[in-house]
């Protein structure tokens, strides 16, 4: 189970610390693509990938096609180095908008990598009220 939250630089050769929780967790190698939804990226166990995109291959050939292009085409495979670092493509950088400090959230059975001030922003705007309507509807 993929949890936490943890700041990192990026350094000058776009190379991200994952932490060491995180990497036992994805493997030796997992992907990371873009957020449909919000201005980070996911980070993906191949295992959980495979169960990311499985609905959209059982779709009508013409639209799978069209998203799994997408997906992949804004995705990548890394895997750590000796030190846990993984390089990031200059795409997933500017799409996430990180400059240098980055945030990694475990959410269950993916991560996300945020820009450090976006993520900030984020959390600012997040109304604590509207989670807790949402649980409550499902009984929690």
């Known amino acids: 189970m993929l949890s936490g939250e943890f700041k990192h630089n990026l350094d000058p ?37 495979e169960k990311y995109i499985e609905p959209i291959k059982k779709m009508d050939r013409k639209d799978s096609e069209i998203i799994l292009r997408s997906l992949h085409r804004n995705a990548a495979q890394v895997s750590p180095d000796s030190q846990g670092r993984i390089v990031l493509p200059a795409s997933l950088i500017q799409h996430a908008g ?41 009984g929690l």
């Open 98 to 138: 990180i400059s240098k400090g980055a945030v990694v959230v475990g959410c269950g059975t993916y991560a996300e990598i945020w820009s450090e001030e976006v993520y900030e922003k984020t959390l600012e705007e997040e109304n604590l009220d509207d989670i807790k309507a949402v649980l409550e509807s499902f």
């Open 13 to 49: 050769k776009n190379r991200l610390f994952i932490p060491a929780k995180h990497r036992e967790e994805l493997g030796e190698s997992f992907m990371i693509a873009r957020s449909i939804r919000d201005n980070c990226l996911q980070v993906y166990s191949m295992s959980e990938w």
